[in-house]
């Protein structure tokens, strides 16, 4: 145990979220996935390699997600297919709580961790509630509707 008391995937969070904040934010891959998620045909005015640029965001998403899926299946000592179900809201709620823009273009990983942090507290409140899982999505899935629209309401000024 190199960190005693700090679990593994916790390490991992934190490894993975200072990486994917230095390509970000310094180096010329993370300027191009901005600008192509901002305005995919200014980027490619711009001499962006936009073809590229998605290629690469998309095979660096399926990867993380990959590692994400091994890590809850090393939490759950078991693979399930249709483990992991809806999940994908929850990623779309950090994201947008944490102040990314549905428009593309906009958002730190800083600010989606502390999207993930109160989505977290948030199921985890409604699961000591003993509010169903059904429900639960409903809430987050409100949670979401209201982000977005702040986001819009934002974005109008």
Known sequence: MIF???????ILLLVVAVVATYLLRRRQIGRHIYA??????????SGVNVDWTKMYAYTMSGALAGLAGNVLMSRLVTAQPSEGVMY??????????GGASLSGGVGTVAGTMIGAFIIGILRNGLNMSGVS?????????????????????????
Do not use: C, H, M
């Not at 005693?4 to 916790?10: L, M, N, S, T, V």
């Not at 809201?89 to 994201?95: G, S």
């Open 36 to 45: 192509t998620g901002s305005n995919e045909e200014a980027a490619r005015l």
């Open 88 to 97: 994908e809201l929850d990623a779309i709620a950090a994201a947008v709580i």
């Open 4 to 10: 005693p008391g700090i679990p593994y995937p916790a």
């Open 133 to 157: 899982a059904f429900i639960q999505q409903i809430v987050i899935g409100f949670v979401v509707i209201g982000a977005v629209w702040i986001d819009q309401v934002r974005n109008r000024r």
